[in-house]
T-cell receptor
Framework: AQKITQTQPGMFVQEKEAVTLDCTYD???????LFWYKQPSSGEMIFLIY??????QNATEGRYSLNFQKARKSANLVISASQLGDSAMYFC????????????????FGKGTHLIIQP | NAGVTQTPKFQVLKTGQSMTLQCAQD?????MYWYRQDPGMGLRLIYY???????DKGEVPNGYNVSRLNKREFSLRLESAAPSQTSVYFC??????????FGSGTRLTVV
């Protein structure tokens, strides 16, 4: 079965600093995808970035980048130049391509990191 | 506006009551999902539907039933609500492999 571990329940960061949110995963599959979502206090799930297991380059989307280390099974999210609006819950999630991991189709989520950006 | 629409947004039920959470998407997606989110937890998969006419259990299916009425609609039913089902429920659909779209959620309280 797949598992996502986020070891930072909460983080305080000064505005304009870079932030790294940790995510490690466990899967026996070779083909999978890794996702990061942002959930502000309003509750909606906002897609940030995606990394496929066969992608050779680390994914980037604006201020977001994903530090993908396949051998270590880690997929950390890096937010450059943090802003007050980045304060939110952040979830790492994984999906395998064919459900070969034995679980149901769909995303497996970590427990999240509560990020607070301080002025 | 294109997207995933969930109704209702808020609901309070008494223990033992039944209700159906509605979800509809207008993006012609094949796969649809129901998740629940409890405090301090990420989202957990309740049921999913890979295509019209098919449904399968996820990680936490007990106490729930689903119906994939057509390609657009995927409903979640609580037959006899329990306090343990107090949660925020999210519906999602997907195009391709990673194009998930989530609804805005239904906050359910069972007293």
């Amino acid at each position: 079965a797949q598992k996502i571990t986020q070891t930072q329940p909460g983080m305080f960061v000064q505005e304009k600093e870079a932030v790294t949110l940790d995510c490690t995963y466990d899967t026996s599959d070779q083909s999978y995808g890794l996702f990061w979502y942002k959930q502000p206090s309003s509750g909606e799930m906002i897609f940030l970035i995606y990394q496929g297991s066969y992608d050779e380059q680390n994914a980037t989307e604006g201020r977001y980048s994903l530090n993908f280390q396949k051998a270590r099974k880690s997929a950390n999210l890096v937010i450059s130049a943090s802003q007050l609006g980045d304060s939110a819950m952040y979830f790492c999630a994984m999906r395998d391509f064919l459900g070969a991991g034995g679980g149901a189709d769909g995303l497996t989520f970590g427990k999240g990191t509560h990020l607070i950006i301080q002025p | 506006n294109a997207g995933v629409t969930q109704t209702p947004k808020f609901q309070v039920l008494k223990t033992g009551q039944s209700m159906t959470l509605q979800c509809a998407q207008d993006m012609n997606h094949n796969s649809m999902y129901w998740y629940r989110q409890d405090p301090g937890m990420g989202l957990r998969l309740i049921y999913y539907s890979a295509s019209e006419g098919t449904t399968d259990k996820g990680e936490v299916p007990n106490g729930y039933n689903v119906s994939r009425l057509n390609k657009r609609e995927f409903s979640l039913r609580l037959e006899s609500a329990a306090p343990s089902q107090t949660s925020v429920y999210f519906c999602a659909s997907i195009l391709g492999y990673y194009g998930y779209t989530f609804g805005s959620g239904t906050r359910l309280t069972v007293v």
